[in-house]
Structure formats: C-alpha cells, structure tokens
C-alpha cells in the first residue's frame, strides 16, 4: 500500500498563487509516477499534471495553462503544485495520486492509490 497525503490548501483570494504538497510513503517503486487532479461536485476529476519521480521532468495535459508548476522532492517523497494567479473556478478539491511505473497517466483511472484531498476555495 502507499499513502499519500496532501496539505496547503485553504481560502485565498483571486490573482494570489498557492503551492500544495503530496507527501508519499510506503510501497512505491523505483519509478512512480505522483500526479495532481483537481474535483469539482458534478464534474469529473481532471489531472492538471504530474512528474515521475525517478525522472523528475513534470508533464502536463493539453489543456495546460501555464499556470500549474508541479516539482518534486525525492529526498524528501514529496510533490509539489504550484498554482499561479488563481482564479475562481480553480476552486475544487485537489488530489495527489500515484501510478506506479515511469509514465505520467492523467486519467484517474490509471492511478493505483490516492490522497484523500485539500481544499482550495478562491474567492475575494
């Protein structure tokens, strides 16, 4: 089993930047791949990027807006998200999860284990 642990979320006003943090521990493997999502009620968990541990180089979907900066620390197992200039609509639940294997997955179904979340409310 792994646990994942997220922490930094919170309320905070629009235009404001926000690091989270995934601390992981447990069964990983050489290679695992810790991945943010973000959960809106109603809408499905989308991933906003991810970074192989054993690589270190951070990918992100498609839909990257440049605002999302995710890093990572080995030493210490843990990754980070920075979220630049927030919006009211960043407001959701954001996950860490983690695939093992060298390849970063951005559908949740292809994660094996997840944090139970941080919340992050923008608003003035």
């Known amino acids: 089993q792994v646990q994942l642990v997220e922490s930094g979320g919170g309320l905070v006003q629009p235009g404001e930047s926000l690091t989270l943090s995934c601390a992981y521990s447990g069964d990983t493997l050489d290679y695992n791949a810790i991945g943010w999502f973000r959960q809106v009620p109603g809408k499905k968990r989308e991933g906003v990027g991810c970074i192989s541990d054993g690589v270190g180089v951070p990918r992100y979907p498609d839909s990257h807006e440049g605002r999302f900066t995710v890093s990572s620390d080995r030493a210490k197992n843990t990754v980070l998200l920075r979220i630049a200039r927030l919006q009211p609509d960043d407001t959701a639940i954001y996950y860490c999860?983690?695939?093992?294997?060298?390849?970063?997955?951005?559908?949740?179904?292809?994660?094996?284990?997840w944090g139970q979340g941080t919340q992050v409310t923008v608003s003035a």
């Open positions: 999860a983690l695939a093992y294997g060298r390849r970063c997955w951005f559908q949740p179904e292809q994660q094996d284990f």
